[in-house]
């Protein structure tokens, strides 16, 4: 078998002496499951489990688990208008905007101390706020706030506006890495360092597969556009709950089952080869779904991930192709914001082609922070309760974290990719 684009995939296990005693031949997209989705493989794979395990398929929900669930955060595309999710900045909010940045500028000349009270804005913006953090409980479950220009500002000027609105939707800053990055930036770093070291998709200019990261509200400033594609996926976890229960309730209850999760995933925890937990959780009167294929499948060469049952890989591609038929799909514009509730929809992005590959805004490149409202972040299964306090640790606050603001200077460059080792993204 040749090998397969960002890695080699994983095996998987009960397929080979299914096919062997059926006399079929495997087919590259059928034996393996690999990080970038094949449709081909997700419809071989899915006869194959009608066929050889029907009389094992269940046909119940786990306990616990409802039929389907109701409400505006259960969504398709074609439901969607743009006053859903878009918040559009006038001049005098925009100038609200530059107020705050001027005056946090002038006490201090890092973003350490960005919050709601060094970075303060009028009412009428508080209000849009108000509007956006709606927008994630109440509504769809993201939100885009455009009006900025972001080639107008410097890096430490995107960096303090950023942080500063993000702190109006929620107080509690997160981690992108366990040694304290308070943000990251998104953009193909493959071109920059040498072959090998970027290990994350977010890194790279991969079609990334539906996937929730390790936080409670992704916040993303886009500060310059690909040439070609990089288009933002967002699908309503609920709607995807519901398709699967009634029509493959059997992947709901792989989905809650616990998986084995390899060491070389988002959380590298040192005693343990790999981790436990379930993908999907029914906790608190919604679905809850956490789902990445990286720490399964593997996206780099040197990955050597676990085989996978015929039924995980038909449950880990049937979230993404069920993601991808009800997602809308939102191109970017330099200066937007964009917040996405993590754990009410699921997310993904298309792969892109750059203008360029230095600084500027001829490259895709997004500024990420991970957030929380204290007041509206919803309760967390158990399993999950260790790796989010690994995020947002309640005895470090944003003074303590670093910040690199600039990732292209040459002092950034010469200390290497500050994505090496991401904490909070899935993939």
Known sequence: MSPAPYGQGAAISDLKNYLTSQRLEAMDDCGKICYVPSRKGYEVRSELVKSALANKLKTQLPAGFPNSVDGPLSWTASELAEEDWLVRLSEEDVGSVEVALKSYLAKHDTVNHVSTETFPINESLKAKMKQTVSGLFDRRGFAILRGLDSTKYSPIERAVIFLGLSSHVGGKLGMQTLSGAGIAHLTNLKPLYPEGLIKSPGYTNVHMSFHNDTAHIIALFVVGTAENGGGSMVASSSKVYNELAANKPHVIKTLAEDWKLNRFSAHDFESEEFYKRPLLYYCDGRPLLFVARRPFTGSNPGD???????????????????AERHAIRVQLEKGDIQFINNLAVIHSREEFSDASTGQGADRRHMIRAFIKNEDRAYKLP??????????????????????????????????????????????
Request: proline letters at 11%; charged letters at 20%; zero cysteines.
């Open 382 to 427: 158990r399993q999950l309760e260790g790796a989010f306090s690994e995020i947002y640790p309640s005895d470090v606050s944003a003074a303590e974290l670093e910040f690199r603001v600039d990732p292209f200077n040459s002092k950034a460059l010469s200390q290497g990719p500050p994505a090496a080792n991401p904490s909070g993204t899935n993939g």
């Open 304 to 322: 050597s991930p676990r085989p996978l049952s015929l039924l995980q890989a038909e449950a880990l591609d049937s979230v993404h192709f069920e």
